[in-house]
Structure formats: C-alpha cells, structure tokens
C-alpha cells in the first residue's frame, strides 16, 4: 500500500535551467554596472583642491551674474553687469574731468578715494575695538572674580548686546554730537558686550585642579592668574575678539550713516540713495572682502597666541 502523498520532487538550484537564467541576470546587473562606470569618469585632480574649488564657483557665479545683465532679464538699475561694477570700483580710485569737456578734475567719490573711505572706516574700527577689548576684557576677569557683581552687571550687557545699533545711535548723537566720538562709541558698544562674556565663560572654564596646584606649588595668586588662568581662558577670549570684530564691521554702515564720510559705509549708503548702483555694490565687495581679511587675520593671531589649543 503506498503512500497517499507522494513528494515532488525540488528543483535543485544547480540545474541548467536556474544556472542559465541566473548567470543571465548577474551578467546583465554586470553589464548595466560596467556601462555606468564607464560613463562616470573620475573629475580632474585639480578639481577635487580645496583650494580650485570656491575660486569655480566664483568663476560660475560672475559668469551668471554676466549671462543674466548680458541678456537684460533684469533691469540695470536693480543690477548692474560685472563690468560696470568694476568700472565704478576704477573711478572711485582714480582722477577724471568732472564732466565731458570740462578741465575741471575729480578725484574718486566724495572727494575721496575709495581706499581712503576703507582706511577712514579701518580707523575707527580699530580705536572702538582697542577701547572693548581693553574694557570688555577687564570687566570680564572682574565679573568672573566676583560672583555678587557678576549677578548685578551681566543682565545689562546681555541687554545692550541684544539691542541693534540702530536703537541707539540717535541717543549717542544727542550726547556726543555728529563727529567721529560718537561713531567710535557705536562701535565700542557693538564690540563690548561678546568680549566680557567670551571673558567670563573662559574664566569660569579654567580648570581649579590647575589653579589649586600652581598655588600648592608656591606661586602666588598673581603668577597662578598670569600663568595658569589667562592662558587657559585665551582660547575664549579670542574667539570673542572675532565675534567682536564681525558685530562692529556690520555696525559701520550704521555708525556712518550721519555724517560718516569718508567712510566706506557712508559711501555704501550715499551711492545707493543716489541711485549709483554699480557704486554701491562695488562698496558692497569691498566691506565683504574686507570682513573676510579682518577675519583671517584674527584667526591667524589666535592660532599664534593660542598654539597649544588642539594639542593637549
């Protein structure tokens, strides 16, 4: 009596048939590979630098910066091409007749070449940022120091900190008048509050383990501050330098808005009411240009004051 189900028999996977149908299939994926790594060829090694590659992408964006004044999708006025961008930058470092015919000769904008507005601008950067780091640096180790007045003082400079310069420089021309003082206090103002609290989170930072040996080892408090807890809270201290410095460069449009020439700022925002904007945008570049060197250059200063940081 057999059984009254009988098995079927599997097919097993190395028979012709599955062997056939299977190596068609891998050879055709192999195929479709090969095909798209042929067609994906590798980029030139001179594409691949870090340092070719943001110079492309400028390349590319004045390119269609070019292409779009070029075919007149927008209106001068609103964006003028490249070239009459370069054009005004030209003029405004140069001497030309006041007007076709004339023999009277004009000297950049303003009366003012356009380095000179940078360098004016430069300047009064540079005594507002002496005067915070100074200030904003002392008044941070003070803070640090005395807990009672760091509780009283440190609301006050978070709050000047969030107000926008706007908000206060007609304040400051009630009080100072319209000369240089009252831009120079604008930036102070700009530049003062990240300098104390970079300086007070650095000082709050040091590591006591540090300070408390430096004193078990006989250094008096002085020593142990110079030594051991300024150079810890540096790192901090320069890091809000920078921050500082990009706050007071975006407030020198502002500073300048009020009898600000020569300045690169008051220059920037004359041109534009005067309806020159090729001028404008040339001034535009330079500030930029000129926030992007500031910055390296704060940089370069940190990593030589601070060589250790990434070390230890």
């Known amino acids: 009596m057999s059984d009254a189900t009988t098995p079927t028999p599997s097919r097993n996977q190395n028979e012709p048939g599955t062997s056939v149908v299977a190596g068609t299939a891998i050879s055709g994926v192999s195929i479709v590979e090969g095909a798209a790594t042929a067609k994906r060829?590798?980029?030139?090694?001179?594409?691949?630098?870090?340092?070719?590659?943001?110079?492309?992408?400028?390349v590319l964006l004045i390119a269609v910066w070019w292409a779009v004044t070029s075919a007149g999708l927008i209106n001068s006025l609103y964006l003028p091409g490249p070239k009459a961008v370069w054009d005004a930058f030209?003029?405004?470092?140069?001497?030309?007749?006041?007007?076709?015919?004339?023999?009277?000769?004009?000297?950049?904008?303003?009366?003012?070449?356009?380095?000179?507005?940078l360098v004016v601008s430069l300047e009064r950067i540079g005594i507002g940022m002496a005067l915070g780091i100074v200030v904003g640096v002392l008044v941070g180790f003070v803070l640090a120091e005395i807990?009672?007045?760091?509780?009283i003082i440190l609301p006050y400079i978070n709050f000047i900190r969030a107000l926008p310069p706007l908000g206060y420089i007609g304040l400051l021309i009630v009080w100072f008048g319209i000369g240089d003082t009252t831009k120079i206090w604008l930036l102070f103002l700009a530049a003062f509050p990240p300098i104390?609290?970079?300086?007070?989170?650095g000082i709050n930072g040091v590591n006591r383990d540090r300070v408390n040996s430096a004193l078990s080892l006989g250094a008096?408090?002085?020593?142990?501050?110079?030594?051991v807890v300024f150079p810890s809270a540096l790192p901090s201290i320069m890091n809000g330098i920078r921050l500082a410095v990009g706050f007071a460069w975006t407030t020198v449009v502002a500073a300048e808005l009020n009898n600000g020439i020569p300045g690169i700022g008051a220059l920037a925002y004359l041109s534009g009411t005067e309806l020159n904007t090729p001028l404008t945008i040339?001034?535009?570049f330079v500030i930029g240009i000129a926030a992007l060197l500031l910055d390296w250059l704060i940089l370069g200063i940190t990593h030589l004051v601070t060589p250790w940081v990434g070390k230890e």
């Open 41 to 58: 060829k590798p980029l030139p090694t001179w594409m691949k630098s870090k340092k070719i590659q943001p110079l492309i992408s400028l």
């Open 147 to 151: 807990g009672w007045l760091n509780r």
């Open 90 to 117: 030209i003029e405004a470092n140069s001497c030309r007749p006041a007007s076709a015919g004339s023999s009277r000769i004009v000297c950049g904008e303003q009366q003012y070449f356009l380095w000179q507005h």
């Open 196 to 201: 104390v609290l970079a300086t007070v989170d």
């Open 282 to 284: 040339a001034c535009i």
């Open 220 to 227: 008096s408090r002085p020593k142990a501050f110079l030594f």
